[in-house]
């Protein structure tokens, strides 16, 4: 860790920190609270900073200044002020990860990726990725089979190949997309202390939470979770062997903005058709009935997550999630149009960027339809990059069984030659498992979800990849 990485330190959250600006391209500054002196380059890195997060310059200086931290003005650019000598500004930090550093193209190493899994600078477009027209099978009441038909066959391909698509014509209104999206943003731009009064614990892994890390990185993110069915019965251990009695999991709603609790469950009714129409087609792509995983819904552990990814000065260094697939059955993703997600291409394991298209959803299949059909479709990889200038939302929407699922092949997916290649596991106590270890390492994790794959199929090697890359 280099000097400047231990020099690391904590400010509160929109704290604004007066900063000395030196000719010789410093920006020098006390940390609050320590009143420890902090320093950062910023001629040699040309990182910018969000404009709206500076405040007060003031005059021809400051004015000059303010337009080269933030990349406003080419004239400004790359050129020293003759008068500048000793400059003061005020910057307001940008983001509720509380860290000083991170605001100054510094990162707290909590955050920082190995460099096999940081982003690539060059981003690679998914046009592969397929757009599929649901209006066959849900928009319009009168089309034909082979329509239909012909959806599904693009469903199957889409699962097969890239286990990711984006559906358009998906009949959900636009106006509620865009009214959580809105509520969300209000929500997330109030002080820490206010989000936090809905902060998840260990008990109660729903609300608001800023510490989550993927594979012990911690990700560029903050997220407000809820579940669609409240509240949920939980197993309370995660040890498969101990009946260890039961927990509810409850949403939790802040009073601010108090609007957010009516314009979520909105969202829910409009999205829950759409999964419902969503497992209909993949169960038809299974050559399965429609209806055929409609059982499994009844006491659903679906949640929804608002997801925001503040700017990040040092996006080459820190993902806004780190690498994983989708431990559920289905994830709906709602994305703005500042776009961010990568997807793991299967044919070469490229990071591909998934480009926004207005009012699509981003569909992927998680591990436990892997398991349904006896990986007919595979569960993929999938991460977030964060950018330097703009803040970035997205919804998922991770459809989950009842907790008392055991998760299996599907009797009818499997034969003699074709046997099952999972053990059932519960979906429950893996559920509980994962919410939890969110909080402290659990020396089982591996271990039992490693033991889901019956260890005379594939290679061994695969199946501890694909259960460590497991994320809820
Ligand atoms: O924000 C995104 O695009 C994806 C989010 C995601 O993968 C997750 O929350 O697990």
New binding site residues.
């Given amino acids: 860790m280099s000097e400047r990485e231990r020099e690391v330190g904590e400010v509160r959250e929109r704290e604004s920190v007066p900063l000395l600006v030196t000719a010789g391209g410093k920006l020098r500054w006390r940390e609050p609270g320590s009143g420890r002196r902090r320093w950062w380059w910023w001629l040699p890195s040309r990182r910018r900073i969000p404009a709206r997060n500076l405040t007060s310059v003031g005059g021809g200086v400051g004015r000059w200044l303010s337009q080269l931290l933030t990349g406003g003005g080419r004239r400004a650019e790359g050129r020293r002020h003759p008068h500048l000598h000793r400059h003061h500004l005020t910057y307001k930090l940008p983001i509720s990860l509380h860290q000083s550093p991170s605001a100054m193209g510094e990162l707290d190493p909590t955050f920082i990726q190995e460099p096999e899994h940081r982003p690539k600078p060059a981003v690679i477009e998914a046009h592969g990725i397929p757009e599929i027209d649901l209006s066959p099978y849900i928009t319009s009441s009168s089309s034909s089979p082979n329509a239909i038909h012909d959806l599904v066959d693009e469903i199957r391909d889409a699962c097969k190949d890239w286990g990711f698509f984006q559906v358009i014509n998906h009949g959900v209104p636009i106006e509620i997309r865009e009214k959580v999206q809105s509520v969300a943003k209000r929500f997330f731009d109030q002080s820490l202390e206010e989000k936090k009064k809905v902060k998840r614990d260990e008990a109660n892994p729903l609300g608001y939470y800023d510490t989550e890390h993927?594979k012990n990185v911690r990700d560029w993110?903050e997220?407000f979770d809820f579940m669609v069915d409240d509240p949920v019965v939980m197993p309370a251990s995660y040890d498969d062997d101990d009946d260890g009695g039961t927990v509810e999991y409850t949403n939790q709603w802040p009073h601010h903005p108090s609007e957010l609790r009516e314009v979520c469950e909105e969202y829910v009714k409009e999205v829950q058709k759409l999964s419902n129409k969503l497992l209909e087609l993949i169960s038809l792509s299974l050559n399965l009935p429609a209806n055929r995983l409609e059982p499994f819904f009844k006491d659903q552990t679906t949640f929804i997550?608002l997801?925001h990814?503040p700017p990040c000065l040092a996006p080459d260094l820190a993902l806004?999630?780190g690498r994983?697939k989708?431990a559920g059955v289905l994830?709906i993703?709602a994305?703005d149009d500042v776009g961010?997600?990568e997807v793991k291409r299967k044919i070469d394991g490229e990071w591909i960027f998934?480009k926004p298209t207005p009012n699509a959803f981003?569909i992927n299949v998680g591990d436990i339809i892997q398991v349904w059909s006896n990986d007919t479709y595979e569960s993929v990889e999938?991460?977030?990059r964060v950018n330097s200038t703009r803040e970035?939302f997205?919804i998922?929407y991770?459809v989950n069984p009842a907790p008392y699922t055991v998760v299996e092949p599907l009797a009818e997916l499997t034969n003699e030659r074709n046997p099952a290649r999972y053990k059932g596991y519960n979906w429950g106590k893996f559920f509980a498992t994962r919410k939890l270890s969110n909080f402290k390492k659990l020396n089982v994790e591996n271990i039992q979800i490693y033991h889901f794959k019956k260890p005379d199929e594939g290679k061994i090697e695969d199946v501890v990849t694909r259960v460590e890359n497991v994320?809820?």
């Fill in positions: 993927t993110k997220v997550r997801n990814y806004g999630v994983h989708d994830t993703l994305q961010g997600l998934v981003i999938h991460r977030v970035r997205s998922p991770f994320v809820i």
